[in-house]
């Protein structure tokens, strides 16, 4: 198993750009989310999905927007990049089982100029 | 709501040494916690977690910890720091009905001297 891949590792965009970062995962896990990480903010969540067509907003949803049409994968599309953007973000799956574990991604370092 | 507190951003021990990273909880409902350890430019990886089992909660690298909930802390402990234990720590709460929405502390940088 692959666990959670992302895509890519690192991105720069300019401010007013859009683009899509991309998560899956290979465990048949019912729950993603998306969590940016900030130096002293620990990681706050974006969106998450508790099943394919299941969305909902976390604490930082503005600027983002997310869909799920598969259990596998779940994409974060920034409309219009802003350098409040400029962050690491991971994402995360886990099983509705009890174990309760959520499994990271390695993360995408994104800049945004 | 939910929320966690992790005391300190930065702690450091010398090698040897007993590590206390201290994580402080609010939750209107019985939480379930777990500490999780980022070594640079890595995601994060599980330490160990806490789900209304026992309470003292023993993890991987040697790493435990004790749920109390009459101070509503979760506080991680090491008997022995070793040098590869040098890492950030995130403690976090989530309610037991969805694993999907993990709330994060502030993380706690630990450094270890020689």
């Known amino acids: 198993n692959a666990g959670v891949t992302q895509t890519p590792k690192f991105q720069v965009l300019k401010t007013g750009q859009s683009m899509t970062l991309q998560c899956a995962q290979d465990?048949?896990?019912?729950?993603m989310s998306w969590y940016r990480q900030d130096p002293g903010m620990g990681l706050r969540l974006i969106h998450y999905?508790?099943?394919?067509?299941?969305?909902d907003q976390g604490e930082v949803p503005n600027g983002y927007n997310v869909s799920r049409s598969t259990t596998e994968d779940f994409p974060l599309r920034l409309l219009s990049a802003a350098p409040s953007q400029t962050s690491v973000y991971f994402c995360a799956s886990s099983s509705q089982g009890a174990t309760y574990e959520q499994y990271f991604g390695p993360g995408t370092r994104l800049t945004v100029t | 709501a939910q929320s966690v507190t992790q005391l300190g951003s930065h702690v450091s021990v010398s090698e040897g040494a007993l590590v206390l990273l201290r994580c402080n909880y609010s939750?209107?409902?019985?939480?379930?916690l777990f500490w999780y350890v980022q070594y640079p430019n890595q995601g994060l990886q599980l330490l160990l977690k806490y789900t209304s089992a026992a309470t003292l909660v023993k993890g991987i690298n040697g790493f435990e910890a004790e749920f109390k909930k009459s101070e509503t802390s979760f506080h991680l402990t090491k008997p022995s720091a070793h040098m590869s234990d040098a890492a950030e720590y995130f403690c976090?709460?989530?309610?037991?009905?969805?694993?999907?929405?993990?709330?994060f502390g502030q993380g706690t940088t630990l450094q270890v001297k020689p």
């Open positions: 976090a709460v989530t309610r037991s009905s969805n694993t999907g929405k993990l709330i």
């Open positions: 939750s209107s409902v019985p939480p379930y």
């Open positions: 465990m048949n896990h019912e729950y």
């Open positions: 999905s508790v099943g394919a067509g299941i969305t």
